[in-house]
């Protein structure tokens, strides 16, 4: 690209009134933040209120049916052992949602054009998006670890360490989520995909057990799953017991939503499955 077609894009950007600093549309990028924070806060008894009671409920189950015959995990009584789980599982089934669903239902809606449109490339629209997905998954787990962890005596043994944590799973299930919101042109293959992948990979993860009771083959599985070193991290931060290194797995999730990341800004970029 020559230095005169440059000048001349940045001219068109600021006729039409986008704020850039160097390639980057802030305004953009930040309206479309916005509006997928604005998406699921308009609606919080279903987006926010809902995952709390449903995380509630987990732990009220475990602790009666389980909780008083179950021992203790890793030295720990079980019912503190399993909160961490229960914790990143609905970070991560909510990052999943919030971004599948803006997507599948603007495309449903015939509306995912406003959002092509507009002078944002794909990597600004994959940002967007995952922005929304983190901050929903950070509120809930605020909202759990605020109203439940205290009834049930429990500290975060590393609070920084645990937003982290909290962030890379909603990351890395928002960019799993964008992949499936391009991929699925109705609700019912989006509901497919999250009852036969993401609804299993957060309930066998770890989220209930630990890994060392598991035979062999499926220990090994686990440890070639992102989301266990999701749970694992998180349960590591909360509690300072884990079943893997928090370094690996850390590295581990990192470099799988990149990678999710990337296919996802690929089909935002060719117009996969979304200009057809």
């Known amino acids: 690209m020559t230095d005169t077609t440059a000048m001349q894009q940045d001219a068109q950007a600021a006729r039409h009134g986008v704020r850039r600093f160097g390639r980057v549309n802030w305004l953009g990028l930040q309206t479309l933040i916005l509006r997928e924070v604005r998406r699921f806060s308009s609606v919080w008894t279903q987006t926010l209120l809902a995952p709390l009671a449903t ?12 909780g008083t015959r179950r021992g203790d995990v890793m030295g720990l009584p079980f019912v503190h052992f399993l909160a961490p789980g229960i914790l ?10 919030n971004v599948s669903s803006s997507i599948v239902i603007s495309k449903v809606q015939g509306n995912i054009v406003d959002t092509l449109m507009p002078p944002l490339s794909g990597g600004e629209l994959v940002v967007g998006y995952l922005a929304g ?3 929903r998954g950070l509120v809930v787990a605020v909202a759990i670890a605020v109203l439940m962890f205290p009834f049930l005596g429990l500290g975060i043994h590393n609070p920084l360490m645990a937003l982290v944590w909290v962030a890379l799973g909603g990351a890395f299930l928002g960019a799993l989520g964008l992949v499936a919101g391009v991929f699925a042109n109705k609700f019912d293959q989006m509901a497919a995909i999250t009852n036969f992948i993401i609804t299993p990979l957060s309930f066998l993860s770890g989220t209930f057990y630990s890994i060392d009771g598991l035979p062999p083959v499926m220990r090994a599985l686990s440890h070639v799953n992102p989301v266990f070193y999701l749970i694992d991290g998180l349960r590591s931060a909360v509690l300072g017991v884990s079943d893997s290194s928090p370094v690996l797995g ?11 990341a990337l296919l996802g800004w690929w089909m935002f970029r060719t117009g996969y499955r979304l200009k057809s």
């Open 55 to 66: 995380a509630a409920l987990f732990l009220l189950v475990f602790s009666l049916a389980v």
């Open 88 to 97: 990143m599982m609905t970070v991560i089934q909510n990052s999943f949602a």
């Open 250 to 260: 850390f590295f581990v999730v990192s470099a799988a939503t990149f990678a999710v």
């Open 133 to 135: 997905g983190i901050a």
